[in-house]
């Protein structure tokens, strides 16, 4: 099975000045498309050939295998939900899960932002849910780690911001707090929204 590369779901100019057209083609043009590349020749006359990228991921253990894979499924989630004429805010379910957890959207904004610069190295920061409660968290996962690795995990991601240098450098240097406040104005929750329900 061939694991394909996601078209994106606009313009690369789009985003600007939030991320700006050079971003996206080093993030997606360059670094998103080696992670799709690696995958495929590393499964190649493997046990993992003919399965998805999901079981990919599920199956593997650490190592080229596991990382590739779950970069780009990572990837495949960070840039689906990002749009140039975003729903910028949750429809009423989501929105009084999140109230109840953090007060506020904003509030849930501040917590988020503040999980996504603690960490050194490179990561990923997430909003996820309890498959069982319904119950909201959020998650940093180092390097290529994401929730949807171990099957009985009951952590449900919603939403990801890629905290790895090269999703922010070239626009914002070491301003990596900038880069979070200006994620959120590009962030989807309409996208959001469909994987809650
Ligand atoms: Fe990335």
Redesign the pocket.
């Given at each position: 099975m061939i694991i394909e590369l996601p078209k994106l779901n606009f313009d690369p100019k789009s985003l600007a000045p939030a991320i700006s057209a050079e971003t996206i083609d080093y993030?997606y043009n360059k670094?998103h498309t080696m992670y799709v590349e690696n995958i495929n020749k590393l499964i190649v006359w493997t046990e993992f050939e003919n399965l998805s990228l999901e079981e990919i991921i599920q199956k593997s253990s650490a190592g080229p295998i596991f990382n590739n894979a779950a970069q780009v499924w990572n990837?495949n989630f960070y840039f689906e939900a990002l749009s140039p004429k975003p729903e910028i805010m949750p429809n009423l379910i989501l929105l009084e899960n999140i109230i109840e957890k953090w007060g506020s959207l904003d509030n849930f904004k501040v917590e988020f932002n503040k999980m996504a610069i603690s960490n050194f190295g490179s990561w990923w920061t997430w909003l996820i849910k309890d498959k069982n409660s319904w119950k909201l968290d959020i998650i940093n996962t180092s390097n290529a780690i994401t929730p949807i690795s171990n099957p009985e995990n009951s952590q449900i991601p919603l939403l990801v911001c890629?905290v790895?240098e090269?999703?922010y450098y070239i626009d914002y240097r070491n301003k990596r707090a900038k880069y979070l406040d200006n994620f959120w104005k590009v962030l989807d929750w309409k996208i959001v929204e469909r994987r809650f329900k």
């Open positions: 993030h670094h990837h890629d790895w090269h999703a």
